[in-house]
């Protein structure tokens, strides 16, 4: 913590994600900071929307029911049984 006011805090309103950075002495070095968290930040939601949506998708396939097949064709000139 610094005896001026160096902190930032910013917030991305479309996803309503705040960061507080105070690290560094200078206000603009900590709004960079605060940007690059917001970014990792918004990132990582994405890719475990993806993880999410990926493990979904593999549950839902081994769901699926395969249909009856309407022909059934055998040896080599293909004659339907």
Do not use: Y
Not at 12 to 32: F, M, P, T, Y
């Amino acid at each position: 913590v610094n005896k001026t006011d160096s902190a930032v805090r910013a917030t991305h309103l479309a996803s309503g994600i705040s960061v507080k950075v105070q690290s560094e002495r200078s206000q603009h070095a900590n709004k960079r900071l605060a940007r690059l968290l917001i970014a990792w930040r918004l990132e990582q939601q994405r890719q475990n929307e993806c993880a999410a949506l990926k493990s979904e998708r593999r549950l839902f396939h081994h769901q699926i029911e395969r249909g009856n097949p309407l022909r059934i064709f055998k040896g080599m000139a293909f004659t339907p049984q």
